[in-house]
């Protein structure tokens, strides 16, 4: 994912288009003619508004709504996301975070 795409999206929830946060947790530069760009890899975008979070994994943002995301493979991955970054995932968002969290055995 592109830093500036940051600068262009909102929060898909129908009820809500707040502006987005993000936290990155890997990122890599690539250069194109002489410039040098950033791409993010894995990341959190968050809604601070609704408290939605979206996944950055493998460079593409995972903006899905809700429903999409509660079952299957989307699911697993996303849960996977969540186990792999809970040290650094706010505990909201691991707790109560939408459409889902995860819960500490």
Same mark, same amino acid.
């Given at each position: 994912?592109?830093?500036?795409?940051?600068?262009?999206?909102?929060?898909?929830?129908?009820?809500?288009?707040?502006?987005?946060?993000?936290?990155?947790?890997?990122?890599?530069?690539?250069?194109?003619?002489?410039?040098?760009?950033?791409? +993010?890899? &894995?990341?959190?975008?968050?809604?601070?508004?609704? =408290? !939605?979070?979206?996944?950055? *994994?493998?460079?593409?943002?995972?903006?899905?709504?809700?429903?999409?995301?509660?079952?299957?493979?989307?699911? +697993?991955? &996303?849960?996977?996301?969540?186990?792999?970054?809970? =040290? !650094?995932?706010?505990?909201? *968002?691991?707790?109560?975070?939408?459409?889902?969290?995860?819960?500490?055995?």
């Amino acid at each position: 994912m592109k830093m500036w795409l940051m600068d262009i999206l909102a929060c898909p929830a129908e009820d809500c288009r707040s502006k987005l946060n993000l936290e990155i947790y890997t990122q890599h530069e690539i250069k194109i003619d002489n410039d040098s760009v950033t791409e +993010i890899d &894995e990341a959190l975008v968050t809604c601070p508004k609704c =408290g !939605r979070w979206y996944p950055v *994994i493998d460079g593409i943002v995972c903006m899905l709504p809700d429903e999409q995301r509660l079952e299957g493979k989307q699911r +697993i991955e &996303e849960t996977k996301f969540l186990e792999k970054w809970k =040290g !650094r995932i706010p505990t909201e *968002i691991l707790k109560g975070g939408k459409p889902f969290g995860i819960q500490e055995e």
